[in-house]
């Protein structure tokens, strides 16, 4: 598999949710910033998940097709829960759907997936 557009649209709003949900972590809750940030977040997750729906290993989908699913739901239950008041219910969906970025990035880093092995063949250890 190559660096196709479809893939490129993903790293880059995969990469950008992952500066953008960082940046709304720090950011004072509540706060017209964080709402701001937060917004550009979510629009950035639910660009990474849909996209990742046109990626495909010989025209199916893979198990990891299900973490875009998740993403979908949770993403859009937690603005949900902000736009009624549930302040807890919020952070714990925003922060395990932030969580799941970071894991899921972090598997892309593993040999033998495309970008994985991109960085390690720059860093010489493939």
Do not use: E
């Not at 949900?21 to 709402?35: D, E, N, S, V, W």
């Not at 199916?60 to 993403?71: A, D, G, M, N, R």
């Not at 969580?99 to 493939?126: H, Y």
Request: aromatic share 8%.
């Amino acid at each position: 598999m190559s660096f196709t557009p479809l893939i490129l649209i993903h790293l880059v709003t995969a990469v950008g949710a992952l500066v953008f949900g960082g940046i709304t972590f720090a950011t004072r809750k509540g706060t017209p910033l964080h709402k701001t940030m937060g917004r550009i977040w979510v629009v950035l997750m639910i660009v990474t998940a849909l996209v990742s729906f046109g990626i495909q290993k010989h025209g199916h989908f893979s198990p990891i097709h299900i973490l875009s699913v998740v993403t979908l739901v949770s993403v859009s239950a937690s603005v949900f829960a902000a736009m009624h008041g549930r302040v807890s219910a919020h952070r714990r969906g925003m922060t395990g759907a932030y969580i799941g970025l970071a894991l899921a990035g972090a598997f892309t880093l593993l040999p033998g997936r495309l970008l994985g092995n991109l960085l390690w063949n720059a860093v010489g250890v493939i």
